[in-house]
């Protein structure tokens, strides 16, 4: 084979197992001749296959420059370390010889998905200092890392490197996180060690509802540690909820940011400031009802108790919808699911809701348990549950039964002991899928 000749081509391949470990196959396809380890002047480096990254991002990553001099050795260590990236779900590259120059071609398939990257409490830093020190290990960094591969390893040591030149003490850690607003997973970076106590909170854009009054809603997060998920979820599922009674079901808060402070009432903490966009306050338009067949579109509306006209008031239509399940549960619908879709009209600053409705099978009563009680006591709660077996079963009676007949039998327990007996009662219901039918268990402990 002459000098002009290509000098083999080499694959990588990797597979996610079990806990995500990563195998790594190496695949000699064409062997390396006689020339293998002469060095030569590395004259191009291509990359192929790439859909999100761009070449020259892979370039600096693989340490390979052009005008060095290289052999085949140091193309094989280049490739690895782009393997271990986890950037790349399979990776190979052949190397052509004209002379004294080569030509190395990398033909690449990117990984399946990067995590998007959170740094959950690094409040020393702003967020452009901290993506130029990770910058200096991980050139490509763009705000994302690979779900496997020894890229996250070198984010957290950017991210120890700056927490000591600040000379602060503190363990950088990082995990998978799901958002539980979005669903979408997330590679979430920690400093552990260090206390960071929320020292005030603002809430800019406030109106519709005073910014005192989120911060008097908002008072467990003072003093608290701070946490960019805990504050954001917070907001969302506390303060959001005051917005939807008000009818601004579109209110919006953006992530906490947080400034450093040194007051001496709150030694190293931080001012945090939640934006909020509040939006318009919406009316109700209708509802429209779909894949209904036991109840009518107006059982339905009246179920629900929103009229046009009146202020769209998110804890109303949520009790509602509630309202809707009870009235499927009372005829043997137990299993009634329904889908909601809403539609805004900024200009009427109307809001319309699209109900589609799974009613599923009836359900009728199946057998009723007491446990706990001699057996004279049960048969004499027994003799109180109207509900007879194989009747469409209604989830209502079983509230009913719990506040009048089951209230008044324990009431005469009680009197029964003395006083000495004050049983807790809990009742369960086990639906049986198969046949339709629902066995109440009720338990004396």
Not at 124 to 144: L, Y
Not at 156 to 171: E, F, H, M, T, V
Request: net charge negative; with cysteine; proline share 4%.
């Amino acid at each position: 084979m002459s000098k002009d000749d290509t000098m083999g081509i080499r694959h990588y391949d990797i597979e996610q197992i079990a806990r995500n470990a990563i195998s790594i196959v190496l695949l000699i396809i064409a062997g390396a001749n006689c020339h293998a380890q002469e060095q030569v002047t590395l004259r191009r480096v291509e990359i192929t296959g790439l859909k999100r990254l761009k070449a020259q991002q892979v370039i600096d990553l693989s340490g390979l420059k052009v005008g060095d001099t290289t052999k085949r050795d140091a193309i094989d260590a280049a490739a690895q370390k782009l393997m271990d990236s986890g950037l790349f779900k399979k990776l190979g590259y052949h190397m052509s010889i004209k002379g004294n120059e080569a030509v190395v071609t990398f033909e690449v398939e990117e990984a399946a998905r990067n995590l998007p990257v959170v740094f959950e409490n690094f409040v020393w830093f702003s967020e452009q200092e901290i993506a130029r020190a990770i910058r200096q290990d991980v050139p490509f960094f763009d705000g994302t890392a690979p779900e496997a591969g020894a890229t996250a390893d070198k984010i957290a040591a950017a991210l120890r490197r700056l927490l000591s030149q600040k000379n602060i003490s503190g363990q950088v850690e990082f995990l998978p996180y799901v958002d539980t607003a979005t669903g979408k997973v997330e590679l979430l970076f920690t400093v552990k060690g260090v206390k960071i106590p929320v020292c005030s909170l603002h809430f800019p854009g406030a109106d519709a509802i005073p910014e005192e009054d989120l911060i008097k809603a908002a008072q467990p997060l003072l003093k608290s540690d701070y946490s960019r998920k805990d504050l954001s979820g917070f907001a969302l599922y506390t303060l959001f909820p005051l917005y939807r009674h008000i009818g601004h079901l579109r209110a919006q808060f953006q992530q906490p940011t947080a400034s450093v402070e040194e007051p001496a009432a709150c030694a190293g903490g931080v001012a945090v400031t939640i934006p909020v966009d509040e939006g318009v306050a919406y009316s109700w338009d209708k509802a429209e009802w779909i894949g209904n067949q036991v109840l009518t579109p107006d059982d339905l509306t009246t179920a629900l108790g929103m009229k046009t006209g009146e202020l769209a008031d998110g804890i109303k239509i949520d009790k509602g919808v509630k309202e809707l399940r009870r009235a499927y549960g009372g005829r043997g619908y137990i299993a009634v699911r329904s889908k909601e879709a809403s539609t805004f009209d900024d200009s009427t600053k109307q809001v319309s809701y699209r109900f589609e409705i799974t009613e599923g099978p009836r359900y009728f009563m199946g057998a009723l348990i007491v446990n706990g009680l001699p057996a004279e006591d049960a048969e004499s709660l027994k003799a109180k549950w109207t509900l007879g077996n194989n009747a469409v079963f209604n989830e209502s009676y079983i509230d009913d039964f719990k506040h009048t007949a089951l209230r008044d039998f324990v009431r005469s327990l009680t009197q029964k002991s003395g006083g000495n007996l004050r049983p807790n009662v809990e009742i369960e219901t086990k639906p049986n899928h198969e046949k339709q039918t629902v066995d109440v268990v009720i338990t004396f402990k």
